[in-house]
């Protein structure tokens, strides 16, 4: 059982491109957790996903930043016209689904190695 | 906001002393995680301790956990040059569907 999986590792973007960042859950996980960690800093969430749903993008930046978790295929976290700022390490969390409302809390959560956006 | 603050910021020891450090959050909580990340590496989970939990262990490490302080606290003992990386705890704050995190305590384990 493959755990969670991003991609890439690395990515370096000029400014004004756009990142595209991966995430693979767990087999058998349906909740997708993205989270950035600045340097030396601790990882701050960004933003919730089911499939096909965003739960909480609560720490989500208004501008430049979405998210999604199709059907089919991995979940893609998109920042558009990157900006110096927003190089840091992106996570990407997994855990299963369950039935209750706060089901995902009483279980661990599976990061995935993370991808780290240079801007220059 | 952050939820969770560690406390010291930076341990340094050697090996075989033990390692102790120290988690605060704000809110209530379901309960509170701790991970370790190694340098330019995600995190891996070490422990759980639920809210009506005080005490759990799990090999070397033990964690404590006082809800009337918001306060939680992890032991490693005879600590190893290979438990050098950050620790940090996670809360679940007023049971929202997501993981808050701590700023981290960086240890540094010397042969």
């Known amino acids: 059982n493959a755990g969670v999986m991003q991609n890439p590792r690395h990515l370096v973007r000029r400014r004004g491109q756009e990142a595209r960042l991966r995430c693979s859950p767990m087999?058998?996980?349906?909740?997708v957790y993205w989270y950035r960690q600045l340097p030396e800093e601790g990882l701050k969430f960004m933003v919730y996903?089911?499939?096909?749903?965003?739960?909480?993008e609560s720490g989500m930046p208004k501008e430049r930043f979405s998210a999604e978790f199709p059907k089919e295929g991995p979940s893609i976290l998109r920042i558009q016209q990157v900006v110096r700022g927003d190089s840091a390490a992106y996570f990407c969390?997994?855990?299963?689904?369950?039935?209750?409302?706060?089901?995902?809390?009483?279980?661990?959560?599976?990061f995935g190695q993370g991808t780290r956006l240079t801007v220059v | 906001s952050q939820q969770g603050e560690e406390d010291p910021q930076a341990l340094s020891i050697q090996e075989g002393e033990n390692a102790t450090m120290n988690c605060s959050y704000k809110?209530?909580?379901?309960?509170l995680q701790w991970y370790r990340q190694n340098s330019g590496r995600g995190l891996v989970h070490l422990i759980l301790?639920?809210?009506?939990?005080r005490e759990k262990h799990s090999g070397r490490l033990r964690v404590t956990l006082d809800t009337s302080k918001k306060s939680s606290s992890l032991l490693i003992t005879a600590s190893r040059a290979a438990d050098t990386a950050s620790y940090f705890c996670?809360?679940?704050?007023?049971?929202?569907?997501?993981?808050?995190f701590g700023t981290g305590t960086r240890l540094l384990v010397s042969p």
């Open positions: 969390a997994s855990s299963p689904s369950r039935q209750g409302a706060k089901y995902l809390l009483n279980t661990e959560a599976f």
């Open positions: 087999k058998g996980h349906s909740h």
């Open positions: 996903l089911q499939k096909e749903n965003i739960i909480d």
């Open positions: 809110t209530s909580i379901n309960n």
């Open positions: 301790i639920r809210s009506n939990e």
């Open positions: 996670a809360t679940d704050a007023n049971g929202f569907q997501k993981l808050v």
